[in-house]
């Protein structure tokens, strides 16, 4: 066909036409908006959020860097007084908890045999209905089992259990009873506050404080300030007395091995020492009521060289005696802080002697309710705090245990707390679970090894996306009420609730919303902070409240407390037979074992061995070639309750003796980061301690004698050090060409 | 046969206001108006003051590109789920009760559409309300910037009322010079007596000293 103006005009209305006609611009007109957030869309516009973990020792406040609605970074909260703009690397692994692909989705109802781990996904709605019926008919006599918390929650849990009828029980793996009876007696208070900020010349016991015991982030803030002084001679020194080589150990100028459980006969060596070079202290004679040295005759360090153990070599060619004068002479002249006594220092039988003389001894170096010394907080925000913070001693779960077999408890409801892995098998609670008569609901938000014994999982939100508060305890010389809020929403692939808000509503169904705090968790913080006088809004974005220093009161010693002392001293009983002394300690980020399902928590090296994710046994060198052990073979460890398998690492600063493991391996249930490893590799050092307390009711976790056996098996030690030798460059001839040139370029 | 003739004038004379007012400024009789969107999206819900009601979420909040690149982009149905995981009406939290409690059952409806789909992991297909034509190449990122940034002084925009602007102005005030008060909007319209068209650019580039080159605005 010819091409005609005609033919153009026509052939053009009709292509117009047909293009109207087909809806040609419909999709020119339409934009898609798709289903989930492309990761190309993410600009790098980022919010940060102040709240509040709990889930590591001591607490700490966090900067929580959320982006399109989801958390990508941790840090600490600058202007929180205690962390001071510092986080534990336990807390980074708090992200993970977010978006783990292990989290209970949402309510389930167990439909396997108990402990089976077999559930189907169940409404809200029949969830607390069957939660709410399970506490009409049980709840007196109930058991509610939560990790240790204060403030609002510990208010909640408190209230609800009273309103049925029941016990709250608060669960700490790391027993620490012990060190807070001891402070109680010795300073009036269970946590007093160690100033190792402006503290001179430190002498620690035991306690691994820059790891795992007390605050260790707030302590490794200090202890920074301690080391970093601008003039040298201003810089602190720090002994450390302890039968493991710890992170604390590690740090110490002078790392003193004693024998294990002879803390408090060290701490009490120094006070002779004190006592004797320096009668006429006014501090001395208050606490010896002006007898000097003459109350503390038993433990001149003469007497105690079998006691304590101390090798020759490290006393720099002096006697035991003249060594600790030396100390004494030092730290008086300097201004002298002790710290510790308690983590596996307070874990042994005579655990309350060690923390006692451990605190009593900053008495006599004249420290206490000075700066660089033990000083008091002003007390906690809400008075009442204390009283509902305590922890459960062995006895405790010892009754509870005989209360759930007898059918006296039918209701245990777990949140965040593992039991069943961490308490020794030899109490039975874990047994006791398995029990038809008892309904078990647990709100954790990760299946373990007490929730796989669940029949009801209502699981509740994980730190960063739930409302909190607390109550620390850590020395800062203020009033403190961190404030957690939710930074992120839940996934929408997940259900969780608020265990407290469930425990409140659950109260109000049930006609018991009057003795409620409050209708939400939400309105309590809000009531809270109102009460301190402080705007919500200000509150969360500072993360919390507190107040202005405040001066501390410095406690009386008692009369005669060194003498009552005195009397209790008693060396270290331990359960058990074997050439070893069993000492678990809890892992620097996976902890007691709550954080094994987190990837990041099992992958962070230890700081001293940089082993990741196995259940390893420390022992001296020389003593594992003895026994034909090479590192990485595969042992037996069995003490009276037991045995488990752990990997050989031969470590020439372990003490012979000495069998140190670290916790949080051999989880039986749960992801399967943290649940159905190869046991060669991965066990619960937990499972095979013996079930007997120490002079304060507290669990005995340092105190078991065990035996190590080779199993004739080896396995490759996952661990960043030993991988390329170290080594001087230069010694290659590739290298001396290298090393000849010069950094200008010349030769 | 003159009647005829004025009748086709008539129809020819209509025919020419009406292009010329769609021309110079939007189509009359509701023919201009914004297409029917397959969810209703009340902007004045969400960007609204909380004085008149709304939760005055920010444009950028949703629009997440528009202050870094070219395009303001649509959010995710996943952006939505964020905030509408809570806001539901089931699944009732604290937080998000007093919210819930003022939905009425045309927004619940609608909000469970948009979590269906994200359930079903299935786009939302909107009707572009305003759009350029494809050689023409719009950043909103430095119309933005002009706007909200920089020293102090007093413009006079050829878009919406043309009264004097004190600049430097919010997010949400520059993305109303050309969109006009979506915030208040229950359905986002084109601002009236605005085209978007080749003029107003060029008068608003004029009037600030800003290039005119072809190539500023023309792929």
Redo the contacts between chains.
């Keep these: 066909m010819k091409l005609t103006r005609r033919n153009f005009l026509a052939w053009a209305g009709i292509a117009a036409t047909g293009a109207i006609a087909c809806d040609l611009f419909d999709d020119?007109?339409?934009?898609?908006?798709?289903?989930?957030?492309?990761e190309d869309?993410v600009?790098?516009?980022d919010n940060w959020y102040a709240t509040y973990d709990n889930s590591v020792p001591g607490g700490q406040s966090l900067l929580v860097r959320v982006m399109?609605?989801r958390a990508k970074k941790v840090r600490g909260n600058p202007r929180f007084p205690t962390n001071q703009g510092k986080q534990s690397p336990a807390a980074d692994a708090l992200l993970q908890s977010l978006y783990h692909p292990d989290r209970i989705a949402g309510p389930m109802l167990r439909n396997g045999p108990r402990g089976s781990g077999r559930y189907r996904a169940i409404s809200?709605e029949e969830a607390l209905n069957r939660f709410n019926a399970a506490v009409a008919d049980r709840g007196d006599g109930m058991l509610l089992v939560t990790e240790s918390r204060c403030a609002g929650f510990a208010h909640i849990c408190k209230a609800f259990v009273d309103a049925f009828g029941g016990t709250h029980y608060r669960f700490d793996a790391m027993d620490d009873s012990a060190y807070r009876a001891a402070a109680k007696n010795v300073m009036g208070v269970e946590n007093p506050g160690h100033d190792i900020a402006n503290a001179y010349a430190l002498a620690s016991f035991g306690s691994d404080f820059l790891s795992t015991w007390g605050s260790p982030t707030a302590y490794s803030v200090a202890y920074g300030k301690f080391r970093s002084r601008p003039n040298v001679e201003d810089r602190g020194r720090h002994y450390h007395f302890g039968s493991r080589y710890s992170m604390t150990a590690a740090n110490a100028d002078k790392w003193i091995p004693i024998n294990p459980g002879a803390e408090g006969y060290a701490a009490l060596a120094l006070a002779w020492a004190v006592a004797s070079t320096h009668p006429e202290s006014s501090a001395v004679a208050q606490i010896t009521g002006e007898a000097g040295p003459g109350p503390l005759r038993d433990f001149n360090p003469d007497a105690l060289v079998e006691v304590l153990g101390i090798p020759g070599e490290v006393l720099d060619g002096k006697s035991l005696r003249e060594f600790f004068e030396d100390l004494a002479h030092d730290y008086m002249a300097h201004g002298g802080l002790a710290i510790g006594g308690g983590g596996e220092a307070g874990a042994y039988s005579n655990g309350r002697f060690n923390a006692e003389a451990v605190l009593a001894l900053n008495y006599l170096l004249g420290n206490v309710g000075k700066a660089g010394g033990i000083l008091i907080n002003p007390g906690p925000v809400f008075p009442n705090d204390p009283e509902i913070a305590g922890l459960t001693s062995l006895a405790d779960w010892q009754r509870a245990t005989t209360d759930i077999n007898s059918g006296r408890t039918g209701l245990v409801i777990i949140h965040n707390a593992d039991p069943v892995y961490a308490l020794p098998s030899g109490v039975g609670f874990g047994a006791a679970l398995a029990n038809d008569n008892v309904v078990i609901i647990s709100s954790s938000p990760f299946i373990d090894d007490t929730t796989v014994m669940a029949d009801l999982l209502i699981p509740d939100r994980t730190a960063l996306e739930d409302w909190g508060d607390e109550s620390p305890e850590l020395f800062t010389g203020r009033q403190l009420y961190p404030v957690q809020q939710?930074v992120v929403?839940?996934l929408?692939d997940l259900?969780p609730?608020?265990f407290a808000?469930v425990m409140i509503s659950a109260a109000i169904d049930l006609g018991h919303g009057d003795s409620m705090p409050a209708?939400?968790?939400?309105?309590l913080i809000r009531a809270n902070v109102a009460e301190l006088g402080m705007d919500f809004t200000e509150a969360l974005k500072n993360g919390g409240w507190w107040s202005e220093p405040v001066a501390s009161k410095a406690p009386e010693p008692a009369a005669g407390l060194l003498n009552d002392i005195i009397r209790r001293a008693a060396l270290a009983d331990s359960t058990g037979g074997g050439d070893f002394q069993l000492l678990p300690f809890a892992h620097h980020t996976v902890l007691d074992g709550r954080n094994a399902h987190l990837p990041w928590a099992q992958s962070a090296p230890d700081p001293l061995t940089t082993i990741a994710w196995q259940t390893w046994v420390e022992i001296n060198e020389k003593q594992g070639r003895a026994m034909g052990l090479r590192e990485g073979d595969v042992v037996n460890i069995t003490t009276s309750a037991g045995s488990i398998q752990a990997l050989a690492y031969l470590n020439p600063g372990m003490p012979p003796g000495i069998a140190a493991v670290p916790m949080g391996g051999g989880r039986r249930s749960g992801s399967d980061y943290a649940a159905g490893r190869d046991a060669r590799e991965s066990g619960n050092v937990m499972s095979i301690l013996a079930a007997s307390a120490n002079d304060s009711g507290g669990l005995t976790w340092s105190a078991n004698r065990c035996s190590i056996t080779p199993m004739g098996d080896s396995m490759a030690v996952s661990k960043l050090e030993g991988g390329y030798t170290s080594r001087e460059v230069g010694e290659h001839p590739a290298e001396q060409v290298y090393k000849s040139v010069s950094a200008e370029g010349g030769h | 046969m003159a009647i005829a003739g004025l009748v086709v004038t008539a129809i020819v004379a209509f025919i020419l206001v009406v292009l010329f007012i769609s021309w110079f400024s939007n189509p009359p009789f509701g023919w201009g108006d914004a297409p029917a969107q397959p969810i209703n999206f009340p902007h004045d819900v969400h960007a609204g003051s909380v004085e008149d009601g709304g939760h005055a979420i920010q444009c950028e909040f949703c629009h997440r590109n528009v202050t870094s690149g070219a395009a303001a982009t649509v959010p995710a149905v996943e952006v939505c789920v964020i905030c509408h995981k809570q806001i539901n009406g089931s699944n009732v939290t604290e937080g998000a009760r007093q919210s819930i409690e003022e939905l009425n059952p045309d927004q619940l409806i609608n909000i469970q559409r948009v979590l269906d789909k994200h359930a079903e992991e299935r786009p939302i297909d909107w009707e572009r309300v305003h759009r350029l034509p494809d050689h023409v190449r719009f950043v909103h990122e430095a119309h933005i910037r002009f706007l909200t940034q920089g020293e102090a002084r007093i413009v006079t925009l050829p878009v919406g009322d043309e009264k004097p602007m004190n600049l430097p102005v919010t997010v949400p005030e520059a993305c109303s010079v050309c969109h006009g008060d979506v915030a208040h909007m229950e359905e986002v319209q084109p601002q009236d007596g605005q085209s978007l068209k080749m003029g107003t650019c060029l008068d608003c580039h004029r009037e600030n000293d800003v290039s005119t080159d072809c190539t500023i605005c023309h792929k």
């Excluded at chain 1, 209708?519 to 309105?523: G, I, K, L, V, W």
């Design positions: 020119e007109l339409r934009v898609q908006s798709p289903a989930l957030i492309p869309l600009k790098g516009r399109e609605g809200w939710p929403n839940p929408a259900d609730r608020s808000d209708a939400s968790y939400e309105e």
